[in-house]
């Protein structure tokens, strides 16, 4: 029986917050944050601070204008909403999602919940990851939207692989972003990434890409065919979980990224910018 079906549920911790009303994650059903269209933020919270908020909010608020919706709420109520879920769990250290739907109906909801997080134990920094190689695009490449379907099927292939990442290529044999992921790609100390038409605005590629400069390396936006990967010397990962992650494999090829000096440099200095914006933050 349909109905039967329990879908696998991401809330951990004892609290999560609806429409700002405090409930125990036994009332968390899992299938109403991903009736369509919910838009979402995945937010890392680190010593209390949620990671980057102003630049997320903003996200938020564009992905919600790409499907011609405004954000129902003020700006510091959701922010609120997130310091209150940190208090209540007294969870100081893990992932916030915030999804947003039912913005065609009266009952607009927001749901403020920790998620099961996994970050990448250091062995994974030292050596690097194993990825794969997988033709999809996004519709909307620029929206945070749920998909469920590509999310289910990316999954499974990515199990089946034994690989932490999936390397998205588009039609027309271009590596654009991975599943949960932006790519990057390291040529003679050349930092090269797809434009950001193609791609989901992630926050660690941008201010990857800040700091690259800030470094005094070249970053080419600009469409990578696959066959780049045959001559790049290394290559690695960016998201709000794995930071900055190199790529030790993508199917048979492999890589030495994790000591590409380049990517070693960048590694260092996003862990101190995040240091930073912590201390900065903790003091306001
Ligand atoms: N690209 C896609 C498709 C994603 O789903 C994500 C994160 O979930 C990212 C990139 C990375 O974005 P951020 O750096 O903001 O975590």
Redesign the pocket.
Known sequence: MADSIKVPTEIAQQYFLLNGNILPASDFKQEETTIFPSVYE?IRVIDGVPLFFEEHLERLVKSLEILNYTLPWDESFIKDQLYRLIDLNQCYNYNIKIVINGLDTENKNLFVYFITSKYPPQEQYENGVHTILYEAE?ENPNA?VIAKSFRDAVTKKMAESNAYEAILVNQKGEIT??????IFLVKDNVFYTSPAKD??L????HRVIQLCLQLGYAVKEEAVPASFIQEADGLFI???SPKVLPIASVDDRVYHSSSNSAILDLRRAYDALIQEYIKKSSVE
């Open positions: 995945v996004r945070k972003e991975g599943s949960k992921s932006n791609v989901l992630g926050i660690t590629r960016t998201g709000t």
